[in-house]
């Protein structure tokens, strides 16, 4: 019998064990990887294809990935060859190593195109950080301290996927034929910008990466490369693309567990951040800087790399909020001050799925 938490029904009680393999569906498997963060593993999914098999996603570029992968060719894979590669979109944990397997098995890896071009923007690199990078951190309220001591955490190599000449593009409704089974791409955006998802309706499958996940949210966040982006505005937009996927779907996420009742889950997210966007008209009553208001969201936070999600996904409400006339910004002695615009917010609510919360 499956198990019941917060609404969701999960019909494994524990994940495989890294290394180890769990068939969820006929030929296809789910991989655990390690990854070295408090967020300690990624899954990756196995589809039988023929006489070999077809990834989705692939881990992060370390030396226990490698390791992990060729355990798991040799073992559960029986030796048959890998056919090709899917990464649900470019950040290193999913196509950290897809160079390396589409080298080792000279086979193609499939991913959007603004996914594949995104792999190529490299983050900031140098001694010190450019002027654009130092000046996004100090308008938001980071201390040069702060400031520099992320720009030294996004040099780190793991988050350098490597890189891969050719690749094949998905676009939204392609539908794959891996196997015996057909998969169609619905593409999702705010956490990345065409992030893949799969869906076998014969099947009620849906492979869907890091666009829904249980229990915990996916990263929507503003980030130096693009101070203005609005991605929460994109993420909400796809929590409703999502919709036309039946509820009845056996959700096969990048991390936590496989799980069914999906538009359960799309209600909570929606709700997340519906309730993050009144809590910071709430307090932006008088002017706070986006430091400030990150205290507010995210009031325990452990390590610069910690700081630096909040601080985007803090941003990309804020952002959000001012595209809808809800919130205005003044610079202030080079800091970034908001305060909501109290004429708007009596008459406007943000977009997306109400919550009944009063802004």
Sequence with gaps: MDELRDGLRYPWPEAPASGEVREVADGVLWLRMPLPFRLDHINLYLLRDADGWVAVDTGMNTERTREVWDAVLAGPCAGRPLHG???????????????????????????????????????????????????????????????GEVYQNIQNGHFCPLHFNSYQRLRENQVLRIGSRDWRVIVGRGHSPEHVCL?????????????????????????????????????????????????????????????????????????????????????????????DLMGVLFPRLSGRFDELMA???????????????????????????????????????PQGRQTGESV
């Design 85 to 147: 590669v899917i990464c649900t979109h470019f950040h290193s944990d999913h196509a950290g190593v897809a160079g390396w397997l589409a080298e080792r098995f000279r086979c193609p890896v499939r991913m959007s195109e603004a996914e594949y071009h995104a792999l190529y923007v490299k983050v900031p690199s140098g001694a010190t950080p450019g002027w654009d990078f130092l000046q996004h951190y100090a308008r938001a309220g980071f201390t040069a301290e702060q400031t």
């Design 199 to 291: 869906y076998s309706a014969a099947d009620g499958l849906l492979i869907s990466g890091d666009q829904v996940l249980p229990r915990i949210t996916s990263t929507v966040g503003v980030h130096a490369i693009e101070p203005e982006a609005d991605p929460l505005r994109d993420w909400l937009a796809s929590i409703e693309h999502l919709r036309s996927v039946p509820d009845t779907v056996l959700v096969l996420p990048a991390h936590e567990r496989p799980f069914r009742n999906l538009h359960v889950r799309l209600d909570q997210l929606a709700a997340h951040h519906q309730a993050h966007l009144a809590r910071v008209l709430e307090h932006c009553r008088e002017p706070r800087s986006a430091l």
């Design 311 to 349: 601080l985007g996904e803090t941003l990309a409400h804020l952002n959000y909020l001012m595209a809808e006339g809800l919130l205005c910004r003044t610079l202030e002695g080079g800091l970034y001050r908001y305060r909501t615009v109290q004429k708007v917010v009596q008459t406007r609510q």
